[in-house]
């Protein structure tokens, strides 16, 4: 059909129902810069949907399954901060797509969207695309979930397909009082166009005082502060050192000389705070991601990226051509990974533990999880919070290794009244990036069960380790012909000349036993 017939088309569909005009309005057509050998096998839609109470424009992208779209369940993606736009999770993280050096995009081989739809908002108004920037009392954590809610109820509006389906809240970080405010209102206020069914929160902040105190255990244990420096912690800021840390509490002089010493001497400029044994990104300006020369980008689980794709991100979705494929229309907007002016304004709570014992009593599905690389919002926070120090689960099912779909051991797990806990190993702050293999296969698993996981899906290699030689632990995930003659092929060579040169030895020295000797000869 040509091009003007569907602008008609389109139009005469907002006419009728605006509502269901955003799905015609919002399709993406086509990717700049999209450079990859797998075609887009997808629909994708995005956007701004305004929100009827306020008239924000909250800005979304909706990924469709790869497989059984019509029928897959759909999650909700938020990044953290606060102050955070969701694309960073979308681009760097868990989305089909990642941005190389070049600003090409690539697919993502561990993109949650393979078995269930995903959208990923900006939130809050102010973030990202989301429009517009709102007074400082408008950024707090119930107001800002209240508004998630309210774009829920927009958002399948516009698309009925998704209103029977099994829907789940997805994020990390901040997003340990994000959710739970979030999932409180719903079970709260039900909407019978969302059927809730769980939700899923990786490395969650949620209580300031135990997560704070949490990390000055954490860097000790994994050797980035000396034992004298913690002992001094623990001595002199005892169980305030979150409120002194963070300056809600003003502390002795001996415990701010302690925590002085702690940033000093772990040197945290120049550690990936997040994911410990990673790298941090040597740019020093988007402007130079036209030249990368001089930085040396290394191959990575994610494609030629390093450790500078949110870098790559920004300054692509800076492009004027990407901002009209994604329906930013109204002026070009300066992307940025987070909205420092709404960090800085954001009026945090101490905790979001109360929110769970309504949560917990309505039988959804809840997992934690935590990435036990990352020193900022760690697993020692996460188990106190969830027991002890916190909401005292009972504990259901003891702790125990599960394991990816590689065979190797993934992580721990435990299961307490009304949630799942899990550990990934290696993995920092953000899992999906930095174990993608096992990310991907605890968020399916957690979707679809352990069954279908197991018996009906299939898995890409884990480049972790197939690219180290590992040949035995990619068994069972489906290793093409090329890959396999490409790891066999140079050892059956060296085999061979090995056994060749062998045998050629072992005929000069037989020949020289057997031979006559000529020496005294008469002829």
């Given at each position: 059909m040509p091009s003007f017939l569907w602008a008609a088309l389109a139009a005469l569909i907002v006419a009728v129902d605006p509502v269901a005009g955003y799905v015609a309005e919002h399709k993406i057509t086509s990717l700049p810069n999209y450079n990859d050998d797998k075609p887009i096998n997808f629909d994708q839609y995005a956007g701004h949907l305004a929100l009827p109470s306020t008239g924000q424009r909250m800005f979304y992208w909706l990924v469709e399954a790869e497989t059984n779209p019509d029928t897959a369940p759909i999650a909700l993606w938020l990044n953290g901060g606060p102050g955070c736009s969701s694309l960073v999770g979308f681009f760097t993280e868990n989305g089909p797509f990642v941005v190389a050096s070049d600003l090409s995009v690539k697919r993502n081989p561990y993109a949650w969207n393979r078995h269930m739809n995903m959208v990923y908002l900006d939130?809050?108004?102010?973030?990202?695309?989301?429009?517009?920037?709102?007074?400082?009392?408008?950024?707090?954590?119930?107001?800002?979930?209240?508004?998630?809610?309210?774009?829920?109820?927009?958002?399948?509006?516009?698309?009925?397909?998704?209103?029977?389906?099994?829907?789940?809240?997805?994020?990390?970080?901040?997003?340990?009082?994000?959710?739970?405010?979030?999932?409180?209102?719903?079970?709260?206020?039900?909407?019978?166009?969302?059927?809730?069914?769980?939700?899923?929160?990786?490395?969650?902040?949620?209580?300031?005082?135990?997560?704070?105190k949490a990390y000055y255990d954490w860097i000790y244990s994994h050797a980035l502060i000396s034992l004298e420096t913690y002992t001094a912690l623990k001595t002199h800021c005892q169980d305030d050192i979150s409120e002194c840390s963070d300056g809600t509490k003003q502390c002795s002089p001996e415990c701010h000389a302690a925590l002085h010493e702690s940033k000093v001497s772990s040197d945290i400029g120049h550690l990936n705070e997040y994911y410990i044994y990673g790298d941090v990104c040597l740019l020093n300006s988007t402007k130079q991601t036209q030249s990368f020369t001089y930085h040396r980008v290394r191959p990575s689980v994610r494609g030629n990226i390093g450790p500078c794709a949110d870098v790559f991100t920004q300054a692509y979705l800076r492009l004027p051509q990407v901002q009209q494929a994604v329906h930013v229309t109204?002026?070009?907007?300066?992307?940025?990974?987070?909205?420092?002016?709404?960090?800085?304004?954001?009026?945090?709570?101490?905790?979001?533990?109360?929110?769970?014992?309504?949560?917990?009593s309505k039988g959804l599905k809840v997992l934690i999880y935590s990435g036990d690389a990352d020193s900022n919002t760690n697993f020692i926070g996460s188990e106190r919070w969830l027991t002890s120090e916190g909401l005292k689960l009972p504990v259901v099912s003891k702790w125990k290794s599960w394991f990816g779909p590689d065979k190797q051991l993934a992580g721990y797990t435990q299961g307490y009244q009304g949630l799942n806990y899990s550990t990934v190993k290696g993995a920092g702050h953000m899992v999906p990036a930095t174990?993608?293999?096992?990310?991907?296969?605890?968020?399916?698993?957690?979707?679809?069960?352990?069954?279908?996981?197991?018996?009906?899906?299939?898995?890409?290699?884990?480049?972790?380790?197939?690219?180290?030689?590992?040949?035995?632990?990619?068994?069972?995930?489906?290793v093409t012909p090329a890959e396999w003659l490409a790891l066999v092929l140079p050892l059956v060579v060296a085999v061979g000349a090995v056994t060749w040169y062998a045998w050629w030895k072992r005929v000069l020295v037989l020949g020289k036993k057997t031979l006559p000797s000529t020496k005294g000869s008469i002829n």
């Open positions: 939130s809050p108004a102010g973030v990202g695309f989301s429009k517009p920037l709102l007074n400082a009392s408008d950024y707090n954590n119930d107001v800002t979930t209240a508004r998630i809610f309210e774009f829920l109820g927009v958002f399948f509006d516009a698309y009925p397909t998704y209103q029977k389906r099994p829907f789940y809240v997805t994020g990390e970080s901040y997003n340990g009082m994000y959710i739970p405010y979030l999932v409180h209102q719903m079970v709260a206020k039900p909407k019978p166009t969302i059927n809730l069914a769980g939700f899923a929160i990786g490395n969650a902040y949620t209580d300031t005082h135990i997560d704070g109204d002026g070009l907007v300066a992307w940025s990974e987070c909205n420092d002016d709404v960090s800085r304004v954001f009026t945090g709570s101490a905790s979001a533990l109360d929110k769970y014992p309504l949560i917990l174990r993608p293999l096992h990310g991907l296969y605890l968020i399916e698993c957690f979707i679809h069960g352990q069954d279908v996981c197991d018996k009906e899906l299939q898995y890409p290699v884990d480049r972790l380790e197939y690219v180290s030689g590992l040949v035995d632990s990619v068994e069972s995930q489906h």
